[in-house]
């Protein structure tokens, strides 16, 4: 930030590391968020990544959505927090884990699009292997549009954006089972959007931090089967608000809700069965046998 000069009246600075490819409206991107971090002190970072953002679950280049999780890879912070509050306690090493804890997120949460704005192409790192890099970012789609405009920043700001998602889970259409979404949901189909979006409600606790402890991709865990199933990463907490994760599958936007939390507890129809992960790996068993090249 300068400490002054030319720098001096900088109020938000962009971090990147030496592994990452921009998308065309990378910087335009980080402008237009900008205002968000602005007026909503819930907010900590805007990032340009998305963890989930592999190729068969990003598909709308003009949704953000918001997560508790510190996503980095690419990030807008202000100067005001950076040098009053986590400066003087920067860690030499490990920053990234650093910014994760409780005692430094305080609540706050980021912002990440569905495309992703960068590309990771370190294979190897501190923090990533071949194994990680080949299942996940590899496959992540870069944005490639020069004139892509995230749609209404402001609907970030955090009571918004709890509106826009108890909107969407009110008109939501409910799976009674995992296959009836696979048959709703067949490759070219949809293309909607948000305009009929689909709720599947999972096992109350799936997601929780404290049983799915970091892990190696060939880790059980209690999230793996809906991770296996849909394709996202094993650490439920990547892009996770309150229990939910949104992407696109198959061309619909689709939530991915805990059933115990306020969403779930709130919008799950009455008589609902939320699906455990045996169901969610019997599923992706029988999707295997009819499709064997999968």
Known sequence: FGGGGAGGGVRYG??????????????????????????????YCVSAYNDNGLSHLAEDSTLAFRTEWFVGLGWLVSRNLFEKEWLPEWPE?????????????KGRECVFPEVSRDL????????????????????????????????????????????????????????????ELDTALQPG??????????????????????????????????????????????EPRRGIHGGVHRFHYQGRCVLLVDAGSVYGLRHMPKGAVPFGGQRFGSALWERVNKNPQL
């Open 14 to 43: 962009v971090v990147l590391e030496d592994d990452l490819v921009v998308a065309p409206d990378f910087l335009t991107y980080f402008r237009d968020m900008a205002p968000v971090m602005d007026a909503d002190a819930t907010l």
């Open 120 to 179: 990771h192409i370190g294979e190897h790192g501190v923090n990533m292997d071949s194994e990680h890099y080949k299942r996940y970012n590899s496959k992540v789609r870069l944005q490639q549009d020069p004139n892509a405009r995230i749609a209404h920043p402001l609907g970030l700001e955090s009571a918004a954006y709890e509106a826009s998602i108890h909107d969407l889970l009110a008109r939501a259409t409910v799976p009674s089972s995992l296959e």
């Open 189 to 234: 189909e949809g293309g909607d959007g948000c305009l009929h979006p689909y709720a599947v409600y999972y096992s109350p606790g799936l997601s929780d931090p404290k049983v799915n402890e970091g892990g190696r991709i060939g880790a059980v865990s209690p999230w793996k089967p809906v991770s296996n199933f849909f394709g996202v990463w094993h």
């Open 93 to 105: 090493t490990h920053w990234d884990h650093w910014l994760r804890q409780d005692a430094v997120r």
